[in-house]
């Protein structure tokens, strides 16, 4: 976490639940798009639960690298349906910060047709920067 500087430009109003940008400096770690399904292969029940379980397994790849929430510089929100996320913001907001603690790095979501998983309400890409100190 200490390789990241959070960017805000002046007067910009400050953002609720992510970054405007992140600048970062270290190893650079890239977690392909996660969904809402455990090491079994099943799915969590409703959005709010499949963006946690999206989230814990973006953790565990991150582990791997010996990395975790704190390293995370952008994620990218693949939804279903926009309006389920309006409807779920206090959950999402709730797991997200049970997860992720209250790092909030530069974000986007992002409406979708549908996902390849038929189940899925959502996928999450992660980028993270290791600290060199590390």
Same mark, same amino acid.
């Given at each position: 976490m200490s390789g990241l500087r959070f960017l805000q430009p002046p007067g910009w109003p400050k953002p609720k639940g992510y970054a405007n %940008? *992140?600048?970062a400096s270290g &190893?650079?770690?890239f *977690? %392909?798009?996660q969904i809402g399904w455990d090491v079994g292969?099943?799915?969590a029940d409703g959005l709010p639960a499949q963006i946690g379980q999206a989230l814990e397994n973006i953790l565990a790849v991150?582990? &791997?690298a010996g990395a975790g929430?704190?390293?995370i510089t952008r994620l990218t929100w693949y939804l279903v349906d926009v309006e389920d996320y309006l409807?779920?913001?206090a959950e999402i907001g709730a797991a997200y910060r049970r997860i992720m603690g209250r790092h909030f790095p530069a974000m986007a979501v992002v409406e979708v047709r549908r996902l390849v998983e038929r189940q899925a309400l959502v996928e999450i &890409?992660?980028?993270a920067v290791r600290a060199p100190s590390r």
């Open positions: %940008g *992140v600048a &190893e650079t770690i *977690v %392909g798009g292969g099943r799915f991150l582990a &791997e929430p704190g390293d409807a779920h913001q &890409e992660a980028t």
